[in-house]
């Protein structure tokens, strides 16, 4: 058996993230889904990380694996997940991750219908976002169409339009055009 590497966690990653993409291309069913292999690829990759140390790895694993549990409504499993993600990005101490991670646990608490916590979280994630240099577009640009989406739920049209004409530049920078308000 070969050791463990960040290389083979990354891999066994990004294998699970293509599979889940491809999967919700064919518009399966969500029960037709190949969720138990993801799971198992993304625990075998979270393993990993905590083998070899590596809290970077550690921490898209989980929060990919809450991922999977979001897709199904199971709030509860996805928020465990994210937030030991996020513990692991704060080890890690990539700012970029963290960010990324707390907009990710906003996510979770916006799907489970908690605004207040997803705002608190949204918002957490935009101030670390803008306190960065040059922080990834698109990265970025999703936090403030998270807060964007829930601004215009709680019917905050002002400064939801504001957060839209932040985003769009951004997702611009990335390669992203077209309506990203009805996704």
């Not at 963290?98 to 916006?110: K, N, Q, S, Y």
């Not at 577009?137 to 739920?153: Q, S, T, V, Y």
């Amino acid at each position: 058996m070969s050791k463990p590497t960040k290389e083979k966690a990354r891999e066994l990653i990004e294998e699970a993230w293509r599979r889940r993409r491809e999967s919700s291309e064919v518009a399966l069913d969500k029960s037709e889904r190949p969720y138990a292999e993801l799971r198992n690829l993304l625990s075998e990759a979270a393993a990993i990380g905590r083998e070899i140390n590596d809290q970077s790895v550690l921490s898209v694993a989980l929060r990919r694996l809450g991922h999977t549990y979001l897709d199904f409504d199971q709030h509860e499993e996805a928020r465990a997940l994210m937030a030991q993600a996020l513990l692991a990005a704060n080890q890690s101490e990539d700012s970029c991750a963290i960010a990324h991670t707390i907009r990710h646990l906003g996510d979770v608490e916006f799907a489970a219908e908690q605004l207040d916590a997803a705002e608190k979280h949204y918002a957490e994630a935009l101030a670390l976002f803008r306190a960065q240099v040059n922080p990834p577009a698109l990265d970025f640009a999703n936090a403030l169409r998270a807060m964007a989406i829930l601004k215009e739920k709680t019917e905050s049209r002002d400064e939801a339009n504001q957060l839209w004409a932040e985003a769009r530049p951004l997702y611009s920078m990335a390669g992203i055009e077209g309506d990203l308000e009805a996704t």
